[in-house]
């Protein structure tokens, strides 16, 4: 699908790879770009760059999801491309604070439930949409260091792959989006909790993952990798899983002896 004279919502639009989505479909000529954020502030400064719309979401809430997908349909007709990006990242494994588990299945897994259950039925009728779903290598290949992170990321993986088995002969197209390191606040913030992050060496900046997300959809490819690596990565994860868990403990206990 090309994106020019496209209406394109863009969730968690205030900063990072929202803020470099909504940017780049503006440049490439969307006709209607709008940014949603629970930072309203933050999703206002970013629509004003654009000349775009900016909508206050909390997409954990399927009342404000709701309520973004009538607003945009409203304000310019249709929804054409739906990025549904806003996430967060716990770490820890089952010890994490049972509330921590939910925030995070709530933003990661269900707000990309709520966008499809709201966005669907129009694309449907028409016969035409796009869902694009930012996952993360995680939800590919997992995380060493934060179950919370690598579980929600592989369940929103596996909605955005029903989605595209449903619905793939309906006009509607899917893709999911399945970075490595990114220079986001999200890769920051993991540094200082760690102490170090692994992720950091090669990572890259949102603006070339935008690049490199509107290409992905111009070609209606499901997986979008912005480091290529990732899929030899996960071929080898499918060809000898053993082996890749193995490699896995291995990675896990470098980076932690690494950081004592």
Known sequence: ????????????????IGRALALKFAKEGAEAVVVADIDGDGAQSVAR????????????????????????????????????????????????ATSDWQRIWDVNVMSHVFVARHVLPRMLERKEGYLLGTVSAA????????????VTKAAALSFFEWLAIAHGDDGVRVSCLCP???????????ERVLGHNFLTQGALEPQQVA??????????KFLILPHPEV??????????YDRWLRGMRRLRANLLASSN
């Open 1 to 16: 699908m090309d994106v020019t004279d496209r209406v394109v919502v863009v969730t968690g639009g205030a900063r990072g």
């Open 49 to 96: 760059e654009i000349s775009g719309m900016a909508i206050k979401c909390d997409v954990s809430r399927e009342d404000d999801v709701a309520d973004l997908v009538d607003k945009a349909q409203t304000a310019h007709s249709r929804i054409d491309i739906f990025c549904s990006n806003a996430g967060i990242g716990v770490g820890g494994g089952p010890e994490a």
């Open 139 to 150: 939800g590919l290949l997992n995380h060493v260091f934060a179950a919370p992170y690598g």
């Open 180 to 190: 490595q390191g990114v220079k986001t606040d999200m890769l920051a913030a993991e």
């Open 211 to 220: 690049d490199v997300v509107v290409e992905g959809i111009r070609t209606e």
């Open 231 to 240: 899929a030899e990565y996960f071929n080898r994860k499918a060809q000898d």
